[in-house]
């Protein structure tokens, strides 16, 4: 008779003995292999050689490192790439950064006019101020009213203008919207406001055909999506000087 059937419970009693013998081996030789890698963790630099990393939580690790090193060297180039606005004694009212305008000057006073337009003057300008029936020529910004940077003729980088000025007629010949067209009469050559123009004095009535139009189709759809949602709109202007009408 075999020892199977003569008593089968020690031959199983012997099969689990000798699998949980299998396991304990398998569970030192993986616990000694980790102690090994934090033992040479902590006595060495980190580098991205494979023989630092075993198994899978080695390769999870190195994969970890790697991309940490990446988004730190990202954020070095990002943060040394973007002007900001520093107030300070040397820097002049009006500057053109963020993009946009920035003042160190005294606290915004906010004017309303009988339209609805509300502006603020960044700083002054001098000179002949701006008629109907002159051209106008000036820089501009323009932003959803949530502050969304949309375009501007300044030379900012990528959405950007490459720094000429816009031209365009004052007057009710014109074909600027209401609101700019409000804002830019009366205003002196080198003279900056930023104003907040209501949907009525902007593109509502044809988000199309009004000017400023900005020269490419995901702005210009920006543009027909504020018109349609009834959405006001910031526009940060600066008088560059006038011209008669040729």
Known sequence: MSLAR???QLVV???NHTHRRRFESRRVAVTAARGKRTVDASTSSTTDSSDEYVGVDGEFQRRRDVLTRTIVGLSGIIFARTPMARAGPSESAGDWSSPGLASSGPPARYVK???????ESVNEGSGEAAKPGEIAVFE????????YFIYGTIDCGIGCGDGTPAEYLLGSSGKLIPGLDELLTGMKPGEKKRALIKPELGYASDPKGLEPQPPEYGQRRQIERIASSNEPMIFEVKLVKTRPRR
């Open 6 to 8: 003569a008593n089968p």
């Open 13 to 15: 009693s012997r099969a």
């Open 113 to 119: 006019t009988p339209s609805g337009l509300v502006y």
């Open 140 to 147: 501009y910004v323009m932003r959803r009213a949530n502050g």
